[in-house]
Structures are given as C-alpha cells and as structure tokens.
Nanobody, 123 residues
C-alpha cells in the first residue's frame, strides 16, 4: 500500500502562486510514477501534470503549460506542483495520484489517490 498526503492548497488571487506538496509513504519501492489531477464542481476529474521518479520526465495538460511545474524530491519521497499565474478556472480540488507502471494521464489509470486539497483562485 502507498499513502499519499497532499498539502499546500488555499485561497489566492488571480495571478498569484501556490505550491502543492504530496508526501508518499508506505510501499514506495520502485517509486511509482506520479501525477496531479484536479476536479472542479460539476466536472470530471482531469489530469494536470505527471512525473517519473526514475528520470524526472514530466508531462502537462496544455492549459497549464508554462504556468505549472511538477518536481520531485527523491530523498523526501515528495512530489510538488508549483502553480504560478493562477487563473479562476484553476479553482478545483487537486489530487495527488500514483500508478504502478506509467504516468497516469486518466483517472482510470490511477492506483492510489491522495485525499485532495482545495485550491481557490479569486478574480
């Protein structure tokens, strides 16, 4: 089992920044590929960014490219999502996710979820 605990959400004005953290514990052997998803009210959960532990390869949804950066700290077993130039449409609950084999880019590919952290961007 893998436990994922997010932190760092909050309320911020448009144009502001937040950094989310996801601490992984439990069975982290092999360090599963990880990602961030988000879910806004009334919408489906969508992929935001993903990263591989082994080589740091990253991938992003087009709407956050150039604004969000995913990174990892292997010593702390922690993945981060730095979010800059936030927009009201970024408002959502953000979830950390891990998958056994490859970076999850759809909710159905996720094997472990965090509990979620709320990000609210005011205009």
């Amino acid at each position: 089992q893998v436990q994922l605990v997010e932190s760092g959400g909050g309320l911020v004005q448009a144009g502001g920044s937040l950094r989310l953290s996801c601490a992984a514990s439990g069975r982290t052997l092999g360090r599963y590929p990880m990602g961030w998803f988000r879910q806004a009210p009334g919408k489906e959960r969508e992929f935001v960014a993903g990263i591989r532990w082994s080589d740091g390869f990253t991938t992003y949804v087009d709407s956050v490219k150039g604004r969000f950066t995913i990174s990892r700290d292997t010593a702390k077993n922690t993945v981060y999502l730095q979010m800059n130039n936030l927009k009201p449409e970024d408002t959502a609950v953000y979830y950390c996710a891990a998958a056994y084999q490859r970076i999850p880019v759809a909710a159905g590919e996720v094997d472990y979820w965090g509990q979620g952290t709320q990000v609210t961007v005011s205009s």
